[in-house]
């Protein structure tokens, strides 16, 4: 029996049930959470006084809540709310009501009726206002929930007559923002009031309070209105009469928003008649607010000035008689409009008199008139912009500066009546002011011609100390036009000042003198025996071609000559000789030239080499066929494929030089090709079937192999901009067959295990990263090493190390070549340093243990946040390298895409025996932790520790050489 009893035990505890994969449940993990509602009712529980409350309600407030929780510490807070008698405790609830509301994921419409019921008690108006503010970010956060916003409407009327002005302008507030047009307010509620109200709209509610006796409460009905306006309302043209008192209130706010007011009506109804006060006449909305805004032009406050004036360059639709009254302080006939002899003859006619002579003064005029109220435009309008110019403030200056601007642009005839003020800007006494009224200047040059005494005025300029300023001023005189002879003499007379002046002002002035020369070719042509001293008996001598000064000549007469056939006659032979120079040293400055007959002597050709390089389509076309042939490539050990790769990437090095709109693509698929080149000799049979003795040196030549294609896949990804998301997979994917090669090296040099094992497990954390971030471009990379590696990933996890080594050699020694797909447009960052030259043999000299400040001048294109990423490096003979980061302040912008570093960086040293050569240099830094813009994370392999560091450095410029000579310290 007890054999049997234990018989059945064993078989009834040790029954095996198998339980398929599919029918396990899931482990369900429950993190629980402290509750943020009891926490604070414990808080608010144990506070003694008011203080303590405030001061825990002050910590809570910097913790944040999360969404499930809310709606218990809403009603916790509203509980304590209900209780506490201080105001300021009760100030803070209420404002902590409109915090909870914004937290992400959470919907207060549960609060919304807990959070009304509030007001009714409330007898504090503070927090009377505070509640109103919480609601409209609880109504904010409902924009979906119309019944929700008419309740918040209602509160908000009902509030309206409130005593307090904090209470009414939060009101108004509430109803800029939730107001809805078409719904009336008050329909359903009680009360003598809402009913009165019910069928009227939220903007005449709002206008009844531009009239209130509290200026805050002014101002905030005005912007209440310009809400609607923003939200799309169309606002009522009644409001403008209105608008316009309020522009002559006591208090600046109030003006200031009516200035908006008044210019968002003219915008609305520009072409609606508005009669003139007292008299008949009648003028378009636009003109009359015109004329009201520009006579804001004299208020009193400099911050109303400064808006009207920007205000007024807006108005593009206004008259142009309104619009240069702006520039004639003279009133124009008593701001009246003139009657013709007909209709003061119909007049009279139609009264049945004629004067006599024998009454005196019979024939006076019947009316007395009276300026201040016969008015067709304001008396302050007369001038506006003149006084504007004129202000004491340079904010107002500024803003007159750039509204004329606007105005100019669009009105040639305005522009050239402005002309006469915008030179005159140039001698203020504000850099900022200067150098806005130049810009203006440069933007409006299409429409303007230059007079002798105008030119003369902005020629001054040239002296002015700041580097800004002088190179906008060239940049100006780019893009002009003058009117006579006298003017380009006088032109190239100051810019020689200039060049004297300021010797780093030397590209910038040939620049201006290039444009100068090829926008008034009539101009030069007499000048031209006088610039370049020749003369018609006798042989004059030779200039010196070292002089900046003379070649600044050449560049004004061989651009002027380009359109003008006859000038080329005048040439001396030694100016043939010197054009064929500066064709070759200067050819961004100096242009082909047809020069007939002297192709033998001076080896000029009638044509330049570089226009016969082909259209941009024909260059396109070649650069996908260079593509599509390389694309028949199947795999790295393909049999002709590294001659076909070696001459591909010749043709397309050849194809960025020719063509400098393709450039950036045509580099970018060159490099790409190295890369697979690199990859393809590094993996070649014969490498890896060596005798052991040479595995040493063939591991030389493949971990080099492994280390360019790795940095040049740094280049492709940061040197260039335009990359969409499949050529970063391309990327990533190069990188990641240099790490395989890396780790495949790795494996064969060392002995340690425990290494190698962590160089694999990174190696696949690699992968799968790459999975995870380029899951969409995977269908794009078929038969490829990452697809071949994805499928073989189970198996790569479970094997060991050495097996893992040899299945990642296979694979990567059978993966295919990938085809590179272009997108529209690539550019390529480049920088070229202008200063230094590196072209003196005088050394700087300067005491050892000292500095001595280098000046840079640097144009970059193409960069990205130029403020991050480029640094200047500085290498010294003895090997020393030093990396200095600019400050922002350094950097311009003078064009799209197009940067400018100016800065100087410091040298110092010991004392040296003779003069040695540095090298200075632009790099491109780059960050490894955000190397993708999708987020990519490197791990870089334990065997390369410079590889694994966060920050990188990318040379994008030639390397310029200068002279030093630090001297010992004199005794």
């Not at 804001?296 to 360059?313: H, I, N, P």
Request: with cysteine; net charge negative.
């Amino acid at each position: 029996m007890a054999a049997h009893l234990k018989k059945r035990v064993y078989e009834e505890f040790s029954k095996v049930v198998q339980v398929t994969h599919e029918e396990a449940p899931a482990k369900k993990l429950r993190l629980s959470k402290p509750s943020k509602s009891a926490a604070l009712h414990v808080d608010l529980c144990k506070a003694s006084s008011s203080t303590d409350a405030l001061q825990y309600l002050l910590t809570f407030s910097r913790k944040p809540v999360e969404a499930e929780s809310v709606e218990g510490v809403v009603r916790i807070l509203l509980e304590h709310y209900y209780k506490e008698t201080d105001s300021s405790v009760r100030l803070k609830i209420a404002s902590l009501l409109g915090l909870l509301s914004k937290t992400p994921g959470f919907s207060p419409d549960c609060i919304v009726d807990d959070a009304i019921n509030t007001l009714s008690s409330e007898k504090s108006h503070q927090v009377l206002a505070q509640l109103l503010d919480s609601l409209l970010v609880i109504g904010s956060q409902l924009p979906e929930s119309p019944a929700v916003r008419l309740r918040l409407i209602e509160v908000a009327y009902k509030n309206l007559s409130d005593s307090s002005f904090g209470v009414r302008t939060k009101c108004l507030q509430l109803l800029g923002c939730l107001g809805l047009l078409e719904a009336p307010l008050g329909k359903d509620s009680d009360g003598p009031g809402p009913s009165l109200a019910a069928m009227r709209d939220v903007q005449s509610i709002i206008s009844d309070y531009f009239g209130d006796q509290d200026p805050r409460v002014r101002t905030a009905a005005l912007k209440a209105m310009l809400q609607l306006h923003e939200r799309g309302m169309k606002i009522h043209q009644i409001i403008y009469d209105q608008a316009c008192r309020l522009l002559s209130d006591d208090y600046e706010q109030v003006r200031s928003a009516a200035v908006q007011m008044v210019w968002v009506l003219s915008q609305l109804y520009p072409e609606s008649i508005v009669p003139i006060p007292s008299s008949n006449e009648e003028i378009r909305l636009v003109d009359d607010a015109f004329g009201k805004i520009s006579h804001m032009v004299s208020d009193g406050s400099w911050m109303v000035r400064v808006q009207a004036a920007k205000t007024l360059g807006s108005m593009l639709q206004v008259s142009p008689h309104f619009l240069e009254q702006t520039l004639d302080k003279k009133l124009m006939s008593d701001l009246r409009r003139k009657r013709t002899a007909h209709e003061r003859a119909k007049e009279l006619f139609a009264s049945g008199e004629f004067s006599s002579g024998r009454k005196w003064a019979d024939d006076a005029p019947k009316e007395k008139l009276d300026t201040n109220t016969v008015n067709l435009i304001a008396s302050g309008a007369c001038g506006a912009f003149v006084h504007g110019l004129e202000d004491e403030m340079f904010e107002v200056r500024n803003a007159a500066v750039e509204a004329l601007c606007q105005l100019a642009r669009s009105s040639p005839s305005f522009a050239e009546k402005c002309l006469d003020f915008l030179v005159d800007m140039f001698n203020d006494e504000i850099e900022e002011v200067r150098l806005q009224s130049i810009h203006v200047l440069r933007q409006i040059s299409t429409h303007i011609t230059l007079r002798e005494d105008q030119l003369d005025t902005v020629l001054a300029v040239l002296e002015d100390s700041s580097r800004d300023i002088r190179e906008a001023l060239h940049e100006l005189l780019c893009f002009t036009n003058v009117s006579t002879k006298e003017c380009i003499q006088l032109a190239l007379l100051e810019l020689l000042k200039n060049l004297n002046k300021y010797p780093t002002d030397r590209s910038s002035v040939w620049k201006c003198l290039k444009f100068l020369g090829s926008r008034h070719p009539t101009l030069v042509l007499p000048l031209v025996p006088e610039l370049l001293s020749t003369h018609p008996y006798f042989d004059t001598p030779e200039p010196d071609m070292d002089d900046p000064a003379y070649i600044a000549v050449l560049v004004l007469v061989f651009n002027a000559a380009t359109s003008c056939p006859t000038m080329p006659a005048l040439f001396s032979d030694h100016t043939f000789r010197h054009y064929a120079y500066l064709r070759d040293s200067l050819s961004h400055l100096v242009p082909p030239l047809r020069l007939p007959g002297r192709k033998q002597v001076y080896g000029l050709d009638s044509v330049d080499c570089g226009s016969g390089s082909g259209s941009v389509e024909s260059a396109q076309l070649f650069l996908q066929q260079s593509l599509n042939r390389v694309s028949t490539i199947q795999n790295l050990e393909a049999a002709g494929a590294p001659e076909l790769l070696d001459l591909t990437i010749r043709d397309l090095q050849r194809l960025g030089e020719l063509q400098t709109e393709l450039a950036g693509a045509a580099d970018f698929c060159a490099t790409f090709l190295r890369c697979q080149l690199l990859l393809m000799k590094a993996l070649q049979e014969k490498l890896w079937n060596i005798s052991v003795p040479l595995i040493l040196k063939q591991n030389i030549t493949v971990t080099a192999a492994a280390q360019q294609v790795l940095d040049e896949s740094y280049k492709l990804e940061f040197l260039y901009s335009g990359l969409e998301n499949r050529q970063v997979a391309t990327i990533h994917h190069v990188r990641l067959q240099a790490k395989a090669l890396q780790l495949i090296l790795a494996a064969r040099t060392r002995h340690g295990l425990d290494s190698l094992i962590s160089s694999c497990e990174k190696f696949l954390q690699d992968v799968e990263s790459f999975q995870r971030l380029f899951l969409t471009e995977l269908p794009h990379l078929q038969d490829s090493f990452v697809e071949k590696l994805l499928e073989l990933l189970p198996r790569l996890s479970s094997c060991k190390p050495v097996e893992q080594v040899k299945i990642l050699q296979t694979t990567l020694r059978q993966s295919g070549l990938l085809q590179l797909r272009l997108p529209e447009q690539i550019h390529r960052a480049t920088a070229t340093i202008i200063e230094p030259t590196g072209e003196s043999d005088n050394p700087l000299r300067f005491t050892s243990g000292l500095v001595v400040a280098l000046d840079i001048d640097a144009t970059l294109e193409h960069v990205q946040d130029p403020q991050n990423s480029v640094k200047v490096q500085v290498l010294y003979p003895d090997g020393q390298s030093h990396v200095i980061h600019p400050k922002p302040a350094d950097f311009r912008k003078p064009g799209p895409n197009r940067h400018r570093l100016i800065t100087q960086v410091y040298l110092s040293h010991t004392a040296w025996t003779e003069p040695s050569q540095i090298e200075v240099r632009l790099l491109l830094a780059y960050s490894s932790s955000c190397s993708s813009r999708l987020g990519w994370t490197d791990a870089m392999d334990s065997l390369h520790p410079a590889e694994g560091t966060v920050e990188g450095t990318i040379p994008f410029s030639k390397h310029v050489k200068v002279f030093i000579m630090p001297k010992p310290a004199r005794r």
